[in-house]
């Protein structure tokens, strides 16, 4: 059997549909070279924003055709919009067989090849699965994602997520060292942790900061990142390992949220304004280059003027290398989506493009202030504008593209010095032979 898997969504799902690929594949089915000549299309999908939820739904009709070309095709939605809307997916595209949840992959296998289930959804969650021991395949060989914490106990009132993914797992660290080991074993050499809340990580007496050493002992391993921490477990052990050990990169995805204690409070965010500064501080203390991303909502229920200028003040403030910035999508089951809102969709969008305007003009200075350096580039692949060009990653996450002088491959290290900036774009010339 052929499969082909369009993912949605976050780096969790694309970790998932690595995992979905190599139970697949251990079951004998093969990648299939496009989705028309797929026996088996698997859809995995994102309900952070009811905005993803219908371009989920959007992309997967377009699918109906390829299901009356071929009888036999077996259509399957996974993933966070499974879990969130069950039957109704079948419902609404009766040409979907199958619909299932976070918890259920390892079931995939078994309902495909023996035709087993009579049932279509398979959507409870399983408070012990996580898949211990099961690895997904490599995204790409040079760098792979781990997650290492499947679920969240936060309680944000505005997020979907503890009801989609659960309650917080956690893998042990020998599973996923063993895992990064594999990964190394095929010429990776950047390790991505991933969690809802990583750094809130513990498993039988590890912690985040001692599981990120331990990572950092494997021969190999070059660079070590990590998404998403929480503000709130940051503390004087992590402060110190990430700062001290020269494998961790310097740049953290710390989500905001908002820059108003008010609302932080309302979105049971556990931290204040000043308490996410203080971590940016002690970040950027060491290394003033150390690259700071973020995740800001605007238009929160109850956000008045005043809370959204904090925020503006905020972002201002601190300077952030770039930000994802959303409006506020009430989602159906979470807390705030009882209050009735208090902004029109137009103020909403109006305070969101505020914010674009300030953040872009803060991310084209922090792309400038890159200007001179010299950096180690992590070769990804070449520019689609000039094949002659190629495209590598700074330590601190920034794109930079360049002419190597000699044939590089992705995954090569490349020393470059950043001489030029066009637009957004960081262009370097190569230091050295
Ligand atoms: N509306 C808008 N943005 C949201 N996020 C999570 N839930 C919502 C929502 N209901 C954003 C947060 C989070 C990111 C992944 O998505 O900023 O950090
Ligand atoms: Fe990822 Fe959350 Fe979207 Fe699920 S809802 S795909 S966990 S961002």
Redesign the pocket.
Known sequence: MNYHIATLG?QMNEYDSGLLARLLESSGCKAAASPESADLIIFNTCS??EKAEETAMARISQFKPLKHKNPNLKVIVVGCMAKNKGREIIKKLPFVDYVIGPDSYKEIPEIILKQKARERVFIDFDEDENYQGEFAKLQTPYSTSITIQRGCNKR?S????PFVRGIEKCKDAIDILAEIQEAVDKGVSEVMLLGQTVNAYKKDGETFASLLEKVSTINGVKRIRFI?PHPKHYNDELLDVLLSNSKICHHVHL?L?SGSDAMLKKMRRQYTADQFLSIVEALRSKDPFYAITT???SGFVGETEEDFEKTLDLVRHTHFDNA?M??????KG?E?FKEIESLSEAEKLSRHQELVVIQNEITKQKNEAMYGRIEELLMERPSTKDPDEWVGKTGNFKKVVFKPNTIVRPGDYVTCKINDIRGWTLRGTVVGD
């Not at 505005?158 to 997520?161: E, S």
């Not at 959303?326 to 989602?331: D, M």
């Open positions: 976050c952070i924003r944000c505005y997020c979907i997520v998403s989500p949220q995740d800001i909502i994802f959303y409006i506020y999508s009430a989602r979470t705030s």
